[in-house]
């Protein structure tokens, strides 16, 4: 799941993910379905396909029916993160880190559909590590090198995993942004409301001028 600030963003976002699938898989993708957005519909986009012998369709207009699995998932996922944002107490501007924790989860979690496996094991033929995850919201500290300690701990609150490099996504309530770390230490429960600097009603955050959902990629 990327998340995306423009829909012009999506071409090269596709290009990216079709890269990475097909270097994965050892396999070509044969056929990609979209809205009928222009950015994904028409002019590169359909170049790209055309180019690379890959079908292009597109979904039927004021129908979400046909969007199949991937519209009744993104419903899914919207509700997980309303969910997952009111229970944490952490701004909606957060909207779009909660989205692709809610999906990464999501293809962790078994699905009848998949006779009890989950996506991860269907699309990697082995089960999930699951010793890293953490609840969304929940506060911890980064823990520094030595030479960068001091008495004052680093107060932050997990919205999230490192795509790839095992560590954790966390919003700093101070820095009013989010940040990276491997090494974070769990810390009882914290209201991040009531913190001086918190996440509530935060101007200009780099979070919150990505769109929702509808503006996503599924990757």
């Not at 790839?164 to 990276?180: F, I, N, S, T």
């Amino acid at each position: 799941m990327k998340p995306l600030k423009l829909k012009s963003e999506a071409v090269e976002a596709f290009k990216a993910f079709k890269a990475v699938a097909e270097n994965e898989s050892g396999k070509k993708m044969r056929e990609v379905m979209t809205d009928n957005a222009r950015e994904v519909s028409m002019g590169e986009m359909r170049n790209i396909c055309e180019r690379e012998d890959t079908k292009l369709h597109t979904t039927v207009p004021h129908h979400p029916a046909s969007n199949g699995v991937a519209g009744r998932t993104i419903g899914v996922l919207t509700g997980a993160v309303q969910a997952m944002l009111r229970d944490s107490d952490l701004s909606d501007t957060l909207w779009a880190e909660a989205f692709v924790t809610a999906a990464y989860v999501h293809n962790r979690t078994p699905t009848r559909v998949l006779k009890g496996l989950t996506p991860f094991e269907v699309r990697y033929g082995v089960k999930p590590d699951l010793a890293h995850m953490r609840a969304f919201g929940a506060p911890c500290s980064i823990v520094e090198p030595l030479e960068k300690r001091d008495d004052r701990a680093r107060m932050c609150f997990f919205v999230g995993y490192m795509c790839g490099g095992g560590g954790h996504r966390l919003w700093d309530p101070k820095g009013r942004a989010v940040v990276e770390s491997r090494d974070v230490l769990k810390r009882p429960y914290v209201d991040p409301t009531n913190l001086s600097g918190g996440p509530r009603n935060l101007p200009n955050h780099p979070t919150s001028s990505i769109t929702p959902p509808d503006d996503c990629v599924m990757v």
